[in-house]
Protein backbone atom coordinates (compact mmCIF):
# COMPACT_ATOMS: atom_id res chain seq x y z
CA UNK A 1 0.00 0.00 0.00
CA UNK A 2 1.13 3.09 -0.66
CA UNK A 3 -0.42 5.55 1.53
CA UNK A 4 -3.96 6.34 1.35
CA UNK A 5 -5.56 8.89 -1.12
CA UNK A 6 -6.50 11.74 -0.12
CA UNK A 7 -10.41 12.87 0.25
CA UNK A 8 -9.54 16.20 -0.56
CA UNK A 9 -9.14 14.69 -3.79
CA UNK A 10 -12.35 12.53 -3.82
CA UNK A 11 -14.89 12.82 -6.79
CA UNK A 12 -18.36 11.44 -6.90
CA UNK A 13 -19.16 11.19 -10.47
CA UNK A 14 -22.98 11.56 -10.27
CA UNK A 15 -23.90 8.06 -12.52
CA UNK A 16 -23.28 6.35 -8.83
CA UNK A 17 -26.46 7.74 -7.43
CA UNK A 18 -27.99 7.89 -10.32
CA UNK A 19 -31.33 7.92 -9.00
CA UNK A 20 -30.50 11.34 -7.67
CA UNK A 21 -31.02 14.63 -9.70
CA UNK A 22 -28.07 16.96 -10.42
CA UNK A 23 -29.53 19.02 -7.55
CA UNK A 24 -29.88 16.05 -5.14
CA UNK A 25 -26.51 14.84 -6.53
CA UNK A 26 -24.73 18.37 -5.37
CA UNK A 27 -26.67 18.63 -1.70
CA UNK A 28 -25.34 15.38 -1.17
CA UNK A 29 -21.74 15.74 -1.97
CA UNK A 30 -22.08 18.94 0.73
CA UNK A 31 -23.85 17.29 3.20
CA UNK A 32 -21.33 14.27 3.01
CA UNK A 33 -18.45 16.34 2.21
CA UNK A 34 -17.25 15.29 -0.82
CA UNK A 35 -15.55 17.96 -2.60
CA UNK A 36 -15.98 17.50 -5.99
CA UNK A 37 -18.44 16.11 -8.54
CA UNK A 38 -18.88 14.61 -11.81
CA UNK A 39 -21.61 15.73 -13.77
CA UNK A 40 -23.64 13.82 -16.65
CA UNK A 41 -24.95 16.19 -19.38
CA UNK A 42 -28.50 14.32 -19.57
CA UNK A 43 -28.70 15.67 -16.08
CA UNK A 44 -27.27 18.88 -16.23
CA UNK A 45 -29.99 19.71 -19.29
CA UNK A 46 -32.96 18.33 -16.76
CA UNK A 47 -31.35 20.87 -14.06
CA UNK A 48 -30.03 24.06 -15.87
CA UNK A 49 -26.40 24.79 -16.65
CA UNK A 50 -27.35 27.89 -15.04
CA UNK A 51 -29.15 26.50 -12.13
CA UNK A 52 -26.45 23.81 -11.56
CA UNK A 53 -23.57 26.72 -12.10
CA UNK A 54 -25.03 28.84 -9.55
CA UNK A 55 -25.76 25.73 -6.91
CA UNK A 56 -22.30 24.92 -7.30
CA UNK A 57 -20.97 28.34 -6.35
CA UNK A 58 -23.00 28.49 -3.41
CA UNK A 59 -22.24 24.81 -2.39
CA UNK A 60 -18.82 24.90 -2.81
CA UNK A 61 -18.83 21.81 -4.68
CA UNK A 62 -15.92 21.69 -7.37
CA UNK A 63 -16.65 19.81 -10.69
CA UNK A 64 -14.16 17.59 -11.68
CA UNK A 65 -15.09 16.77 -14.86
CA UNK A 66 -18.46 16.66 -17.40
CA UNK A 67 -19.40 13.75 -18.96
CA UNK A 68 -19.72 12.70 -21.84
CA UNK A 69 -18.56 14.25 -25.61
CA UNK A 70 -17.56 11.82 -28.02
CA UNK A 71 -19.64 9.40 -30.11
CA UNK A 72 -17.80 10.37 -33.48
CA UNK A 73 -17.73 7.54 -35.69
CA UNK A 74 -21.40 7.54 -38.13
CA UNK A 75 -22.49 5.89 -41.38
CA UNK A 76 -22.57 9.72 -43.31
CA UNK A 77 -20.66 12.99 -42.99
CA UNK A 78 -23.57 14.59 -42.28
CA UNK A 79 -24.33 12.59 -38.82
CA UNK A 80 -20.73 13.11 -38.26
CA UNK A 81 -21.11 16.58 -38.50
CA UNK A 82 -23.81 16.77 -36.61
CA UNK A 83 -21.48 14.83 -33.87
CA UNK A 84 -19.42 17.26 -33.65
CA UNK A 85 -21.85 19.92 -33.21
CA UNK A 86 -23.01 18.01 -30.26
CA UNK A 87 -19.52 18.14 -28.81
CA UNK A 88 -19.11 21.46 -29.09
CA UNK A 89 -22.52 22.25 -27.51
CA UNK A 90 -20.41 20.04 -24.95
CA UNK A 91 -17.86 22.24 -24.84
CA UNK A 92 -19.78 24.98 -24.34
CA UNK A 93 -21.15 23.93 -20.98
CA UNK A 94 -18.11 22.55 -19.39
CA UNK A 95 -16.90 25.95 -19.45
CA UNK A 96 -20.17 26.84 -17.93
CA UNK A 97 -20.31 24.89 -15.04
CA UNK A 98 -16.43 25.66 -14.90
CA UNK A 99 -14.72 22.32 -15.33
CA UNK A 100 -11.50 22.16 -17.37
CA UNK A 101 -11.93 18.22 -18.41
CA UNK A 102 -14.90 16.76 -21.22
CA UNK A 103 -14.89 13.41 -20.58
CA UNK A 104 -14.70 11.47 -24.40
CA UNK A 105 -16.20 8.07 -24.62
CA UNK A 106 -15.11 8.03 -28.57
CA UNK A 107 -18.40 6.05 -29.59
CA UNK A 108 -18.80 2.91 -31.61
CA UNK A 109 -18.63 1.60 -35.17
CA UNK A 110 -21.31 1.73 -37.61
CA UNK A 111 -20.21 -1.04 -39.09
CA UNK A 112 -17.87 -3.95 -39.29
CA UNK A 113 -15.27 -1.67 -40.35
CA UNK A 114 -13.26 -0.35 -36.72
CA UNK A 115 -10.17 1.13 -38.80
CA UNK A 116 -12.68 3.24 -40.22
CA UNK A 117 -14.55 4.05 -37.40
CA UNK A 118 -11.54 4.76 -35.43
CA UNK A 119 -10.28 7.43 -38.12
CA UNK A 120 -13.59 9.27 -37.30
CA UNK A 121 -12.45 9.49 -33.92
CA UNK A 122 -9.59 10.94 -34.57
CA UNK A 123 -10.94 13.09 -37.16
CA UNK A 124 -13.63 13.69 -34.44
CA UNK A 125 -11.06 15.12 -31.81
CA UNK A 126 -9.26 17.26 -34.71
CA UNK A 127 -11.98 19.22 -35.28
CA UNK A 128 -13.53 20.04 -32.14
CA UNK A 129 -9.97 20.89 -30.29
CA UNK A 130 -9.58 24.57 -31.52
CA UNK A 131 -13.38 24.70 -29.61
CA UNK A 132 -12.05 22.94 -26.77
CA UNK A 133 -8.81 25.53 -26.85
CA UNK A 134 -10.82 28.93 -27.12
CA UNK A 135 -13.21 27.81 -24.14
CA UNK A 136 -10.27 26.60 -21.81
CA UNK A 137 -11.75 22.80 -21.78
CA UNK A 138 -9.25 19.77 -22.52
CA UNK A 139 -10.48 16.74 -23.83
CA UNK A 140 -9.90 13.71 -21.89
CA UNK A 141 -9.87 10.72 -24.01
CA UNK A 142 -11.22 7.69 -21.77
CA UNK A 143 -10.98 3.97 -23.36
CA UNK A 144 -13.16 1.61 -22.81
CA UNK A 145 -13.31 -2.11 -21.70
CA UNK A 146 -12.90 -4.08 -24.96
CA UNK A 147 -16.52 -6.11 -23.87
CA UNK A 148 -17.58 -2.36 -25.01
CA UNK A 149 -16.12 -2.39 -28.44
CA UNK A 150 -19.22 -3.35 -30.02
CA UNK A 151 -21.89 -0.92 -28.43
CA UNK A 152 -19.61 2.31 -27.09
CA UNK A 153 -16.30 2.69 -27.86
CA UNK A 154 -14.06 2.00 -30.86
CA UNK A 155 -11.32 3.35 -28.52
CA UNK A 156 -10.59 -0.18 -26.14
CA UNK A 157 -7.21 0.61 -24.30
CA UNK A 158 -4.48 3.18 -22.95
CA UNK A 159 -1.95 2.69 -25.68
CA UNK A 160 -4.74 3.92 -28.46
CA UNK A 161 -5.37 6.63 -26.17
CA UNK A 162 -1.93 7.65 -26.02
CA UNK A 163 -1.02 6.98 -29.65
CA UNK A 164 -3.92 9.87 -30.17
CA UNK A 165 -2.45 12.11 -27.58
CA UNK A 166 0.59 12.25 -29.37
CA UNK A 167 -0.75 12.47 -32.48
CA UNK A 168 -2.76 15.81 -31.54
CA UNK A 169 0.32 17.44 -29.86
CA UNK A 170 -1.44 19.58 -28.32
CA UNK A 171 -2.22 20.15 -24.92
CA UNK A 172 -5.73 20.32 -25.23
CA UNK A 173 -6.08 16.71 -25.21
CA UNK A 174 -5.02 13.97 -22.98
CA UNK A 175 -6.45 10.64 -21.62
CA UNK A 176 -8.65 9.68 -18.93
CA UNK A 177 -7.73 6.14 -17.00
CA UNK A 178 -10.60 4.30 -15.50
CA UNK A 179 -9.49 0.98 -13.84
CA UNK A 180 -12.69 -0.74 -14.83
CA UNK A 181 -11.68 -0.30 -18.52
CA UNK A 182 -7.96 -1.11 -17.98
CA UNK A 183 -7.31 -3.00 -15.20
CA UNK A 184 -6.52 -6.23 -17.26
CA UNK A 185 -3.76 -5.16 -19.89
CA UNK A 186 -0.44 -6.46 -19.82
CA UNK A 187 0.75 -3.11 -21.09
CA UNK A 188 -0.70 -1.00 -18.74
CA UNK A 189 1.88 -0.04 -16.69
CA UNK A 190 4.29 0.89 -19.88
CA UNK A 191 1.06 2.70 -21.22
CA UNK A 192 0.34 5.13 -17.38
CA UNK A 193 4.17 5.85 -18.06
CA UNK A 194 3.67 7.06 -21.50
CA UNK A 195 1.10 9.25 -20.51
CA UNK A 196 3.20 11.16 -18.24
CA UNK A 197 1.87 14.99 -17.92
CA UNK A 198 -1.16 13.96 -20.31
CA UNK A 199 -3.92 12.29 -17.76
CA UNK A 200 -6.34 14.46 -16.98
CA UNK A 201 -8.67 12.54 -14.73
CA UNK A 202 -8.13 9.23 -12.67
CA UNK A 203 -11.76 6.92 -12.18
CA UNK A 204 -12.09 4.16 -9.57
CA UNK A 205 -14.55 1.35 -8.86
CA UNK A 206 -13.89 -2.54 -8.72
CA UNK A 207 -14.32 -5.70 -11.08
CA UNK A 208 -16.48 -8.25 -9.40
CA UNK A 209 -16.95 -11.74 -10.36
CA UNK A 210 -19.38 -13.08 -11.39
CA UNK A 211 -20.26 -10.08 -13.12
CA UNK A 212 -24.26 -10.51 -13.64
CA UNK A 213 -24.66 -7.49 -15.91
CA UNK A 214 -22.11 -6.27 -18.49
CA UNK A 215 -23.19 -2.24 -18.20
CA UNK A 216 -24.61 -2.54 -14.50
CA UNK A 217 -21.47 -4.38 -13.22
CA UNK A 218 -19.29 -2.21 -11.43
CA UNK A 219 -18.51 -3.00 -8.18
CA UNK A 220 -17.59 -1.12 -5.00
CA UNK A 221 -13.85 -0.48 -4.50
CA UNK A 222 -12.59 -3.39 -2.07
CA UNK A 223 -15.48 -5.76 -3.77
CA UNK A 224 -13.39 -6.87 -6.58
CA UNK A 225 -9.96 -8.11 -8.17
CA UNK A 226 -8.44 -4.76 -9.18
CA UNK A 227 -5.33 -3.53 -7.20
CA UNK A 228 -6.66 -0.15 -6.69
CA UNK A 229 -3.98 1.62 -4.74
CA UNK A 230 -1.50 0.07 -6.73
CA UNK A 231 -2.98 1.79 -9.54
CA UNK A 232 -3.37 5.11 -8.01
CA UNK A 233 0.51 4.99 -7.43
CA UNK A 234 1.15 4.57 -11.23
CA UNK A 235 -1.12 7.64 -12.24
CA UNK A 236 0.65 9.44 -9.54
CA UNK A 237 3.95 8.86 -10.36
CA UNK A 238 2.84 9.88 -14.04
CA UNK A 239 1.95 13.40 -12.77
CA UNK A 240 -1.62 13.18 -12.10
CA UNK A 241 -2.77 14.99 -8.76
CA UNK A 242 -6.01 15.86 -9.74
CA UNK A 243 -9.46 14.91 -8.30
CA UNK A 244 -10.19 10.98 -8.44
CA UNK A 245 -13.41 10.11 -9.60
CA UNK A 246 -15.97 7.15 -7.95
CA UNK A 247 -17.82 5.84 -11.29
CA UNK A 248 -19.74 2.85 -10.25
CA UNK A 249 -22.94 1.99 -12.76
CA UNK A 250 -24.27 -0.49 -10.50
CA UNK A 251 -27.93 -1.60 -10.69
CA UNK A 252 -27.91 -2.52 -6.52
CA UNK A 253 -25.95 0.78 -5.65
CA UNK A 254 -28.51 2.66 -7.54
CA UNK A 255 -31.32 0.97 -5.46
CA UNK A 256 -29.47 2.20 -1.78
CA UNK A 257 -29.97 5.41 -0.44
CA UNK A 258 -27.55 8.11 -1.64
CA UNK A 259 -26.24 8.90 1.78
CA UNK A 260 -25.56 5.39 2.06
CA UNK A 261 -23.95 5.20 -1.00
CA UNK A 262 -21.65 8.20 -0.36
CA UNK A 263 -20.38 6.79 2.85
CA UNK A 264 -19.58 3.65 2.06
CA UNK A 265 -17.98 5.47 -1.04
CA UNK A 266 -15.70 7.39 1.30
CA UNK A 267 -14.89 4.74 3.61
CA UNK A 268 -13.97 2.19 1.06
CA UNK A 269 -11.81 5.13 -0.92
CA UNK A 270 -9.93 5.91 1.98
CA UNK A 271 -9.28 2.04 2.60
CA UNK A 272 -8.87 0.61 -1.10
CA UNK A 273 -7.53 3.76 -3.13
CA UNK B 1 -15.49 -10.56 -49.32
CA UNK B 2 -12.31 -13.39 -50.11
CA UNK B 3 -13.59 -16.31 -51.44
CA UNK B 4 -15.84 -18.91 -49.58
CA UNK B 5 -13.84 -20.80 -46.61
CA UNK B 6 -13.97 -24.53 -47.74
CA UNK B 7 -15.94 -27.06 -45.50
CA UNK B 8 -13.21 -29.76 -45.40
CA UNK B 9 -12.07 -27.35 -42.61
CA UNK B 10 -14.63 -27.02 -41.05
CA UNK B 11 -14.39 -28.34 -37.04
CA UNK B 12 -17.55 -28.63 -34.71
CA UNK B 13 -15.81 -27.44 -31.36
CA UNK B 14 -18.36 -29.67 -29.15
CA UNK B 15 -18.97 -26.86 -26.55
CA UNK B 16 -21.25 -25.38 -29.41
CA UNK B 17 -23.53 -28.93 -29.17
CA UNK B 18 -23.19 -29.02 -25.44
CA UNK B 19 -26.20 -31.18 -24.37
CA UNK B 20 -24.76 -33.71 -26.91
CA UNK B 21 -22.35 -36.75 -25.35
CA UNK B 22 -18.85 -36.81 -27.19
CA UNK B 23 -20.47 -40.00 -29.11
CA UNK B 24 -23.11 -38.33 -30.34
CA UNK B 25 -21.55 -35.21 -31.29
CA UNK B 26 -19.40 -37.74 -33.54
CA UNK B 27 -22.36 -38.98 -35.09
CA UNK B 28 -23.52 -35.82 -35.47
CA UNK B 29 -20.32 -34.69 -37.42
CA UNK B 30 -20.52 -37.78 -39.49
CA UNK B 31 -24.38 -37.48 -40.51
CA UNK B 32 -24.07 -33.66 -41.35
CA UNK B 33 -20.63 -34.56 -43.63
CA UNK B 34 -18.69 -31.96 -41.06
CA UNK B 35 -14.97 -33.06 -41.21
CA UNK B 36 -13.69 -32.29 -37.92
CA UNK B 37 -14.17 -31.93 -34.44
CA UNK B 38 -12.84 -30.42 -31.24
CA UNK B 39 -12.81 -32.46 -28.48
CA UNK B 40 -13.77 -30.94 -24.42
CA UNK B 41 -11.87 -32.58 -22.15
CA UNK B 42 -14.67 -33.61 -19.53
CA UNK B 43 -16.73 -34.87 -22.32
CA UNK B 44 -13.82 -37.46 -23.69
CA UNK B 45 -13.42 -38.25 -19.89
CA UNK B 46 -16.82 -39.23 -19.81
CA UNK B 47 -17.08 -41.40 -22.67
CA UNK B 48 -13.44 -43.22 -22.29
CA UNK B 49 -10.00 -42.09 -24.37
CA UNK B 50 -10.05 -45.48 -25.97
CA UNK B 51 -13.98 -45.51 -27.23
CA UNK B 52 -13.96 -42.32 -28.44
CA UNK B 53 -10.67 -43.05 -30.71
CA UNK B 54 -12.35 -46.23 -32.08
CA UNK B 55 -15.38 -44.31 -32.29
CA UNK B 56 -13.26 -41.30 -34.06
CA UNK B 57 -11.37 -44.31 -36.43
CA UNK B 58 -14.74 -45.53 -37.91
CA UNK B 59 -16.67 -42.59 -38.59
CA UNK B 60 -13.54 -40.99 -40.18
CA UNK B 61 -14.16 -37.81 -38.26
CA UNK B 62 -10.91 -35.56 -37.52
CA UNK B 63 -9.54 -34.21 -34.37
CA UNK B 64 -8.89 -30.38 -34.97
CA UNK B 65 -7.80 -29.88 -31.04
CA UNK B 66 -7.97 -31.17 -27.35
CA UNK B 67 -9.96 -28.01 -25.51
CA UNK B 68 -8.03 -27.49 -22.99
CA UNK B 69 -5.17 -27.73 -21.03
CA UNK B 70 -3.34 -24.61 -18.92
CA UNK B 71 -4.81 -22.84 -15.74
CA UNK B 72 -1.28 -22.45 -14.40
CA UNK B 73 -1.51 -20.01 -12.20
CA UNK B 74 -2.08 -20.82 -8.52
CA UNK B 75 -1.30 -19.52 -4.79
CA UNK B 76 0.88 -22.31 -4.25
CA UNK B 77 3.87 -24.25 -5.44
CA UNK B 78 2.05 -27.24 -4.69
CA UNK B 79 -0.88 -26.45 -6.14
CA UNK B 80 0.68 -24.87 -9.74
CA UNK B 81 2.89 -28.29 -9.77
CA UNK B 82 -0.28 -30.62 -9.63
CA UNK B 83 -1.79 -28.25 -12.93
CA UNK B 84 1.43 -28.84 -14.78
CA UNK B 85 0.74 -32.85 -14.46
CA UNK B 86 -2.50 -32.25 -15.17
CA UNK B 87 -1.56 -30.76 -18.37
CA UNK B 88 1.14 -33.50 -19.24
CA UNK B 89 -2.65 -35.84 -18.81
CA UNK B 90 -4.36 -33.52 -21.53
CA UNK B 91 -1.51 -33.88 -23.79
CA UNK B 92 -1.38 -37.44 -23.32
CA UNK B 93 -4.97 -37.36 -24.31
CA UNK B 94 -4.32 -35.36 -27.35
CA UNK B 95 -2.27 -38.17 -28.42
CA UNK B 96 -4.19 -41.08 -27.68
CA UNK B 97 -7.03 -39.40 -29.75
CA UNK B 98 -4.26 -38.65 -32.60
CA UNK B 99 -4.58 -34.61 -32.60
CA UNK B 100 -1.64 -32.55 -33.08
CA UNK B 101 -2.96 -29.21 -31.07
CA UNK B 102 -3.75 -28.78 -27.69
CA UNK B 103 -5.71 -25.93 -26.81
CA UNK B 104 -4.35 -23.72 -23.64
CA UNK B 105 -6.76 -21.72 -21.58
CA UNK B 106 -3.98 -19.93 -19.18
CA UNK B 107 -5.71 -19.86 -16.34
CA UNK B 108 -6.69 -16.75 -13.49
CA UNK B 109 -4.78 -15.09 -10.84
CA UNK B 110 -4.87 -16.33 -7.50
CA UNK B 111 -4.78 -12.39 -6.25
CA UNK B 112 -4.23 -9.22 -7.39
CA UNK B 113 -1.04 -9.69 -8.80
CA UNK B 114 -1.23 -10.15 -12.31
CA UNK B 115 2.09 -9.95 -13.01
CA UNK B 116 3.24 -12.85 -11.06
CA UNK B 117 0.50 -14.38 -12.58
CA UNK B 118 1.38 -14.23 -15.85
CA UNK B 119 5.23 -15.33 -14.94
CA UNK B 120 2.91 -18.74 -13.43
CA UNK B 121 2.11 -19.09 -17.36
CA UNK B 122 5.14 -18.52 -19.18
CA UNK B 123 6.47 -21.31 -16.17
CA UNK B 124 3.61 -23.64 -16.50
CA UNK B 125 4.22 -23.47 -20.45
CA UNK B 126 7.93 -23.77 -20.16
CA UNK B 127 7.63 -26.70 -17.82
CA UNK B 128 5.65 -28.70 -20.20
CA UNK B 129 7.17 -28.06 -23.34
CA UNK B 130 9.48 -31.27 -23.61
CA UNK B 131 6.35 -33.11 -22.70
CA UNK B 132 4.63 -32.00 -25.65
CA UNK B 133 7.21 -32.68 -27.68
CA UNK B 134 7.36 -36.08 -27.21
CA UNK B 135 4.08 -36.59 -27.59
CA UNK B 136 3.99 -34.85 -30.80
CA UNK B 137 1.30 -32.71 -29.21
CA UNK B 138 1.58 -28.77 -30.17
CA UNK B 139 0.63 -26.40 -27.13
CA UNK B 140 -2.08 -23.36 -28.48
CA UNK B 141 -1.80 -20.45 -26.41
CA UNK B 142 -5.60 -19.11 -26.66
CA UNK B 143 -5.69 -15.52 -25.58
CA UNK B 144 -9.24 -14.78 -24.18
CA UNK B 145 -10.93 -11.42 -24.19
CA UNK B 146 -10.13 -9.13 -21.79
CA UNK B 147 -13.58 -9.35 -20.33
CA UNK B 148 -12.12 -12.88 -18.92
CA UNK B 149 -9.13 -11.77 -17.04
CA UNK B 150 -10.31 -12.06 -13.70
CA UNK B 151 -11.91 -15.79 -13.89
CA UNK B 152 -10.66 -17.57 -16.72
CA UNK B 153 -7.16 -16.10 -18.49
CA UNK B 154 -4.73 -13.68 -17.62
CA UNK B 155 -3.49 -13.62 -21.07
CA UNK B 156 -5.86 -11.72 -23.09
CA UNK B 157 -4.35 -10.37 -26.40
CA UNK B 158 -2.68 -11.53 -29.41
CA UNK B 159 0.17 -9.70 -28.87
CA UNK B 160 1.17 -11.59 -25.01
CA UNK B 161 0.47 -14.79 -26.75
CA UNK B 162 3.15 -14.28 -29.39
CA UNK B 163 5.34 -12.52 -26.73
CA UNK B 164 5.51 -16.31 -24.95
CA UNK B 165 5.45 -18.10 -28.45
CA UNK B 166 8.81 -15.86 -29.11
CA UNK B 167 10.33 -15.91 -25.96
CA UNK B 168 9.87 -20.52 -26.21
CA UNK B 169 11.49 -19.80 -29.64
CA UNK B 170 10.28 -23.64 -30.38
CA UNK B 171 7.92 -25.24 -32.63
CA UNK B 172 5.59 -26.93 -29.75
CA UNK B 173 4.27 -23.69 -28.84
CA UNK B 174 1.73 -21.42 -31.04
CA UNK B 175 -1.14 -19.54 -30.76
CA UNK B 176 -4.96 -20.06 -31.22
CA UNK B 177 -6.36 -17.15 -32.80
CA UNK B 178 -10.16 -16.84 -32.09
CA UNK B 179 -12.55 -14.42 -33.06
CA UNK B 180 -14.42 -13.72 -30.05
CA UNK B 181 -11.68 -12.95 -27.81
CA UNK B 182 -9.51 -10.67 -30.53
CA UNK B 183 -11.83 -9.04 -32.69
CA UNK B 184 -11.83 -5.47 -31.26
CA UNK B 185 -7.70 -5.28 -30.71
CA UNK B 186 -6.54 -2.49 -32.54
CA UNK B 187 -3.33 -4.22 -33.03
CA UNK B 188 -5.09 -7.28 -34.28
CA UNK B 189 -3.76 -6.37 -37.88
CA UNK B 190 -0.20 -6.50 -36.66
CA UNK B 191 -0.30 -9.70 -34.27
CA UNK B 192 -1.59 -11.89 -36.49
CA UNK B 193 1.13 -11.02 -39.18
CA UNK B 194 3.25 -10.96 -35.92
CA UNK B 195 1.84 -14.93 -35.70
CA UNK B 196 2.84 -15.79 -39.24
CA UNK B 197 3.63 -19.66 -39.00
CA UNK B 198 2.92 -20.19 -35.63
CA UNK B 199 -0.97 -19.98 -35.64
CA UNK B 200 -2.38 -23.65 -34.88
CA UNK B 201 -6.17 -22.89 -34.90
CA UNK B 202 -8.56 -20.23 -35.70
CA UNK B 203 -11.94 -20.41 -34.01
CA UNK B 204 -15.06 -18.22 -35.22
CA UNK B 205 -18.29 -17.47 -33.64
CA UNK B 206 -19.79 -13.56 -33.46
CA UNK B 207 -20.15 -11.14 -30.81
CA UNK B 208 -23.56 -9.80 -30.83
CA UNK B 209 -24.97 -6.92 -29.21
CA UNK B 210 -26.53 -7.15 -26.55
CA UNK B 211 -24.59 -9.81 -24.72
CA UNK B 212 -27.14 -10.93 -22.38
CA UNK B 213 -24.35 -13.85 -20.53
CA UNK B 214 -20.76 -12.81 -20.33
CA UNK B 215 -20.34 -16.88 -21.08
CA UNK B 216 -22.88 -17.64 -22.92
CA UNK B 217 -23.36 -14.89 -25.27
CA UNK B 218 -21.58 -16.39 -27.99
CA UNK B 219 -23.47 -15.89 -31.04
CA UNK B 220 -23.66 -17.71 -34.40
CA UNK B 221 -21.50 -16.78 -37.47
CA UNK B 222 -23.66 -13.79 -39.24
CA UNK B 223 -25.74 -12.56 -36.35
CA UNK B 224 -23.16 -10.22 -35.02
CA UNK B 225 -20.42 -7.56 -35.71
CA UNK B 226 -17.09 -9.10 -36.45
CA UNK B 227 -15.61 -9.03 -39.98
CA UNK B 228 -15.14 -13.27 -39.95
CA UNK B 229 -14.54 -13.50 -44.07
CA UNK B 230 -11.47 -10.32 -43.21
CA UNK B 231 -9.84 -11.78 -40.41
CA UNK B 232 -9.93 -15.62 -41.56
CA UNK B 233 -8.23 -14.17 -44.99
CA UNK B 234 -5.48 -12.50 -42.59
CA UNK B 235 -5.14 -15.62 -40.84
CA UNK B 236 -4.73 -17.54 -44.25
CA UNK B 237 -1.87 -14.63 -45.86
CA UNK B 238 -0.26 -16.05 -41.95
CA UNK B 239 0.31 -19.11 -43.24
CA UNK B 240 -2.92 -21.01 -41.24
CA UNK B 241 -4.50 -23.19 -43.22
CA UNK B 242 -5.84 -26.11 -40.88
CA UNK B 243 -9.41 -26.54 -39.81
CA UNK B 244 -11.53 -23.90 -38.45
CA UNK B 245 -13.28 -24.33 -35.38
CA UNK B 246 -17.26 -22.88 -34.68
CA UNK B 247 -17.14 -22.45 -30.80
CA UNK B 248 -20.40 -21.10 -30.08
CA UNK B 249 -21.19 -21.20 -26.37
CA UNK B 250 -24.83 -20.20 -26.02
CA UNK B 251 -27.98 -21.10 -24.32
CA UNK B 252 -30.01 -20.47 -26.58
CA UNK B 253 -28.27 -22.50 -29.40
CA UNK B 254 -27.48 -25.47 -26.67
CA UNK B 255 -31.38 -26.02 -26.41
CA UNK B 256 -31.70 -26.53 -30.21
CA UNK B 257 -31.88 -29.86 -31.29
CA UNK B 258 -28.02 -30.41 -32.79
CA UNK B 259 -28.81 -31.29 -36.17
CA UNK B 260 -30.30 -28.42 -37.12
CA UNK B 261 -27.57 -26.56 -35.34
CA UNK B 262 -25.09 -28.06 -37.36
CA UNK B 263 -26.65 -27.26 -40.51
CA UNK B 264 -27.25 -23.72 -39.50
CA UNK B 265 -23.92 -23.74 -38.43
CA UNK B 266 -22.87 -25.02 -41.86
CA UNK B 267 -24.21 -22.24 -43.73
CA UNK B 268 -23.25 -19.61 -41.96
CA UNK B 269 -19.91 -21.25 -42.34
CA UNK B 270 -20.07 -20.88 -46.21
CA UNK B 271 -22.34 -17.08 -45.86
CA UNK B 272 -19.70 -15.40 -43.77
CA UNK B 273 -16.51 -17.33 -42.89
Redesign the interface.
Given at each position: MSGQAELSKLSLNQITTENWSLSEAIDGCERNEVPWISIWRHKLAEYGVKETAAHLKQSGIKVSSLCRGGMFPAATQEERDKRIEDNKRAIEEAAEINTDTLVLVCGP?PD???VQA?KHVQEGIEAIIPYAEQHGVKLGIEPL???Y???RSVI??L??ANSLVQYYNSKQVGVVVDVFHV????QLAQEIEAAKGSILGFHVSD?K???LD?FKGRAMMGD????LN?MRTQVEAAGYHGPIEVEIINQEIWDRPGDEVLQQMKERYTKHV
Amino acid sequence: MSGQAELSKLSLNQITTENWSLSEAIDGCERNEVPWISIWRHKLAEYGVKETAAHLKQSGIKVSSLCRGGMFPAATQEERDKRIEDNKRAIEEAAEINTDTLVLVCGPSPDKDLVQARKHVQEGIEAIIPYAEQHGVKLGIEPLHPMYAADRSVINTLGQANSLVQYYNSKQVGVVVDVFHVWWDPQLAQEIEAAKGSILGFHVSDWKVPMLDMFKGRAMMGDGVIDLNGMRTQVEAAGYHGPIEVEIINQEIWDRPGDEVLQQMKERYTKHV
